[in-house]
């Protein structure tokens, strides 16, 4: 049976570990999708027009190198707020959510506008200040040389662009059920989303 489970929320709020972790318990397949804009992104800093990219994204694309980092982060947040862009990598993602077995899809807009249809809809959220921590706490990992303070203005920068941009911005579905993780653990956070989805089914 194909089910589809939307999963969307701000940069660092703990929608992409909280995805993963659903879509193992489910045994369904899970697409990032910020990961397409990050291609298209990442495209676009090696000087390919938006468009073009978006129309001729491969899914060995989304296994590139360097999507992950701030750069391309910022690059994959202009690139979304084109509404060319974001009409050419619909299908896929609507392809992709109508799988047999199921599919967890997480993004900014999937409840809202590529899966308005999904069985079950999540909107995670955190303080800007503890994704800042988050993703400064990462981008240390990776051994980035970056400061906390920038890194909150990004949040900050990106936040403003996902939110006020005039196609798809990102908000909650009415009916989506909120998870705020600023106060969670991961494994409270995952909890609180598996009970979401099994009061939705
Ligand atoms: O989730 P992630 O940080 O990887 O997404 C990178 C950027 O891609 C976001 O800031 C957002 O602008 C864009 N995006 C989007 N719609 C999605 C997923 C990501 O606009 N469904």
């Given at each position: ?7 969307d929320g ?11 972790e659903?879509?193992?318990v ?5 697409l ?7 291609a298209?992104?990442?495209r ?14 491969m899914?060995a ?9 701030g750069?391309v982060?910022e ?8 509404p060319e862009?974001r ?11 109508r799988?047999?077995g ?12 590529i ?15 503890t ?16 400061d906390?303070?920038r890194?909150?203005e990004?949040?900050r920068?990106?936040?403003?662009r996902?939110?006020?941009?005039a196609?798809a911005?990102?908000r ?20 609180a ?5 099994e009061?939705?089914?």
């Open positions: 049976m194909a089910f589809t489970i939307a999963i701000p940069a660092a709020s703990g929608k992409g570990t909280i995805s993963r659903v879509a193992r489910f045994g369904c397949a899970h990032d999708t910020g990961l397409l804009y990050r298209v992104g990442l676009m800093l090696e000087g390919e027009e938006p468009l073009e990219a978006a129309r001729a994204l899914p694309d989304l296994e590139k190198d360097g999507l992950r980092t750069a982060g690059a994959a947040s202009k690139v979304a707020a084109i862009v009409a050419a990598l619909v299908d896929f993602q609507r392809a992709f959510a799988r047999d199921g599919a967890v899809l997480d993004g900014r807009d999937i409840g809202t506008v899966c308005p249809e999904a069985e079950a809809k999540l909107f995670v959220i955190a303080s800007p200040e994704r800042a921590r988050r993703r400064f706490q990462e981008f240390v990992a990776a051994g980035e040389d970056v906390y303070s890194v909150l990004d949040v920068a990106r936040d403003a996902d939110m006020g941009r196609d911005p990102l909650p579905a009415d009916d989506a059920t909120e998870i705020d993780t600023t106060h969670l653990s991961i494994e409270e956070a995952v909890a989303a598996i009970a979401a989805i009061a939705a089914g």
